[in-house]
Each structure stands twice: as structure tokens, then as C-alpha cells.
């Protein structure tokens, strides 16, 4: 019998030597796919079970986060709990505005996490997908001080294809190719490409669509997913539907995700900034699709019409250039997660000082994948990151790459609607004493008697009664009161 997921159904039996009770889990559950994939990041501590409690998608509490899963988290990064996260989160790191940013404003980076945790990344499950924790920061190092945890999927999902075939999320950048800034949405543009169109299924984060630049980038046009095709990011993309069962019955987690365009470093991030403070040399000029806001002239190439890109689409908005700062679900640019030794490029760790090639790399994945960066001096070239981490560069219409996305998670928003578990025993035994017993008389109720409601039945369920004490089978019946689950 479900009454619902706050309760627990407890079956007793009263005999004159042993009453034996068994726990019975009763739960109405909605849940998720576990999807696991491969990967070429080897060095990593998984967080076994998935951060998103198993049934908040019916739950009537709007409680989310599974607490405990929370905890393990706080624990391998800090050692610590929620405070310390908080306390973390604000960690000085050099970050320079006048300067522009070369690192992340406040809090740790990959490479912090990795030193912090012998050496291991850490992978989280969230909607049955892993992803590696790439920093811990702030929204804004003089405003909001909550932590938000910055997250990048480990490898490339699965998907159904229009035949029912399983197959990797891929994309071009661009369905089309010209060497030319002095349009309205230049090939390598992320912001109007195919590839955040087929990221985010055509929908922004308002509901309204997401179109893409047609051939020769004077227009747009709809994306429409190919018919018969799945979609694997749906909980991160989508408007919160409700319905008479559910307050989020679509599963829709954006309420927890911060929009790059609210945090601060991603407001001035830049290729040029970064590779001068990492290799000490400007071989590397700023890249288009890096910051969300103006960068300085002197910053761009200067051998080119890329300023264009900026003074044309950028600066004033029209085009909608910075429009990929409002998703909330996004590909990382190669000044957050670094790059490998190019002719005279040195290589870097990027802003999130992750690993540069191999089994250790935050940009290791199990198929090469999309960077949103373009290149810094043409309009064709798009950046992508081989399976080893390696850097690669083609034209943004000439290949098939992997679709490997990021998010900010708000945990101030996830600790505030989590649930922690209630442990109780599969069963447990006491003697016949001719007086009333139940489970207030056990040593593991002390632990959860503020957190549930206790009831007794008779054996069928329907009727309610006294604490049991004559011989017979009862039922019992917990129901939590706070924010808690089984």
C-alpha cells in the first residue's frame, strides 16, 4: 500500500516470545535514467549516487538535492561541510580587474580540487550524467558571495538517432563557411551557431528559440531537431511545467543553474589576458566567443577585420554576440579549460588550471569535442579538443565533433532544498511483556523521533489504533515531518 513518498509501512507481529517487524519501503517514484559512458579521465573519485534526490520530480516538498550525496561532496572538496564550502568558495586566487581576469575571480580551480584531493578529480552524478567539478566560486566577488559549483560533463552522451540507433550528441559548428567578419553572424560566432541551436534543442532560457545562422550570415533560421531523435539535456534547458501530480513535473532543474552572464570572471575572460599571464608572451590574441563584455581594441588582432566581430555584433548587442552569456547550459572556451603547445603558442592550464593532455585532463573525454572558442584571426576555424585533451583547429563546417557541455550549479539554492535520509533497520525483535510496545521503544527511534510521525494499525491497514499490546499483527506506519526521505 502507497499512501505516499513521506511515509514508511511498518509490519508488525506481537506473539507471546518474539514480535518480529519488517521494514517495507513504500515508495511513488519518478525518476531518471543512470546513464554511464566511458571516458578517458582516469584519475578521478566518483560520488556514487546521483546529487538529485530519486523522486523530486513528484514530490509535493520541493525539496531536490539529495543531502546526503551534498555532504559527501562538501566532504571531498573542503573536509569540511556547507561552511566550509562557503568559506572556500571566497578563496583569494590573484584575480586582477583591472588587468582582466587570468584566473577565476575568488574560490578553487581544477587544478586546486585535484591537490586538495590526493591528486584525484572529483566526478558528481547529476540527472544520471557525470560530470567533473572543474571550481568552486562565486556568482560576484563584491556582491553575491553564494558558492556555485562550475561542472563539466565528462564525455560525450548518448543519444537516439532518427534510425533508433545509439549514437554519440554530435554537431558541426556551422552549417556553413566564409572567411568574412563583416557579416551579421560570422561562421565561427557561437552565439548564432548550429552548435549552441542543437545544444539547447532550439529553446532559450526565456522559452522562446534559438535560431542559427543561415548560409552566408545575413539571417536566421529555426532549428528543428531531426524527427526521431533523442535529446539528452532536457532538465537543464527547460522551462518548469507543473501539473496537478508535480511541481516540476518536466524535471526541470534551471531554478539551480547560474547563467554565465552572472558570473564574473566570465565577463572578462580572454585568450590574450590568460596566455600572457601563463606564458608570459601575446602569441595568443582574444578569441572570439571568450568574454561577455567589451575587451580592449588592442587585444584583438590587429591584421584582420576580427574587431569587427566586437564593434559590429558585440558592443552594441545587436546581433546578439554575448547572447550565449543568458544559457544555462554552455560549451567551455579555451581560456577556461587551457590549451596544449601550438607552434609558438605555449601551452596553458587555462583559468581553471586543468591538466593539459592525457588521462589526467579535464578536456579528455571519450570523443573529441567542442570548444565555443573561435579562432583569433580568421572567421572559418573553430576550436575542439581531441579525446586526449589535445588542441585542434578546423573549419567550423568541415567536421563532426562531440557535444560536451557545462553548467553552474547555485549550491546555496541545492543546500536550501535538499533532503537527508532516515536510516532505520530491515527489521529488528522484541519480547512479549503484556505491555503496550512499538518503535518508540527502540534504541534507533532516538535518532529520528523529531523527524517522524508514528501510527498503528491492525494487520490489513485500514484501521487505526492504540499502541499494540495485546498478541496479533499490526502495522505501523512512520511519516516524516521535515526534510528528510528514506
Known sequence: MCRNYYRKKIFAILTLLLAL???????????????????????????????????????????????????????????????????????????????????IHEGLNYGNIKSANNGNAIVVKLGGF??????????????????????????????????GEKVKFTSKFSQWSANNFNVNYPTNMYSSSYLRARLLDGVGYDGNPIKYSASGGASLIDYTRPTGESYPFDIFTKQITSDSQSNRANGSIIDF????????????????????????????????????????????????SIKTVQTKTGLNGEQGYFDWGNDYIWLPGHSE??????????SSGGIWNAELEGANSLRSSNIDSWLRTGWDNRATP???????????????????????????????????????????????????????????EQSWYADIK?????????????TEIAKPKEVGKYEIELKIKGDYFW
Not at 511513488?28 to 520530480?57: H, M, Q
Request: charged fraction near 25%; aromatic fraction near 10%; include cysteine.
Open 21 to 103: 517487524i519488517m521494514l517495507i519501503y513504500s515508495l511513488c517514484l519518478l525518476g531518471f535514467e543512470n546513464k554511464v559512458y566511458s571516458a578517458s579521465l582516469t584519475n578521478y573519485d566518483l560520488i556514487s549516487n546521483d546529487l538529485l534526490l530519486t523522486d523530486y520530480v513528484t514530490r509535493k516538498d520541493d525539496k531536490v538535492f539529495n543531502g546526503d550525496v551534498l555532504a559527501e561532496l562538501y566532504k571531498k572538496l573542503t573536509d569540511g561541510d556547507y561552511s566550509d564550502i562557503v568559506e572556500a568558495s571566497q578563496t583569494e586566487t590573484g584575480y586582477d580587474e583591472v588587468s582582466n581576469t587570468v584566473a
Open 130 to 163: 557525470e560530470w567533473i567539478v572543474a571550481s568552486l566560486t562565486t556568482a560576484w566577488k563584491d556582491a553575491n558571495k553564494k558558492p556555485i559549483l562550475t561542472l563539466m560533463l565528462k564525455d560525450v552522451p548518448e543519444i537516439v538517432d532518427s534510425e
Open 257 to 304: 543553474l547560474v547563467q554565465p552572464k552572472n558570473v564574473q570572471y566570465q565577463l572578462t575572460e580572454n585568450m590574450y589576458d590568460t596566455n600572457l599571464a601563463t606564458s608570459k608572451n601575446t602569441t595568443w590574441f582574444a578569441c572570439v566567443n571568450e568574454a561577455l563584455s567589451f575587451i580592449d581594441n588592442k587585444k584583438w588582432y590587429t591584421g584582420d
Open 337 to 346: 579549460v587551457g590549451w596544449g603547445n601550438i607552434s609558438q603558442r605555449k
Open 382 to 440: 573553430a576550436c575542439y579538443t581531441g579525446s586526449n585533451g589535445a588542441h585542434t583547429t578546423k573549419d567550423a563546417d568541415t567536421v563532426v565533433n562531440g557535444i560536451r557541455p557545462c553548467i553552474h550549479l547555485n549550491l546555496d539554492m541545492a543546500e536550501q532544498s535538499k533532503a537527508t535520509s532516515i536510516d532505520v533497520p530491515d527489521e529488528f525483535s522484541v519480547n512479549y511483556n503484556a505491555s503496550e510496545q512499538g518503535a518508540e
Open 450 to 462: 523529531d523527524k517522524v510521525e508514528v501510527k498503528y494499525y491492525d494487520e490489513g491497514g485500514t
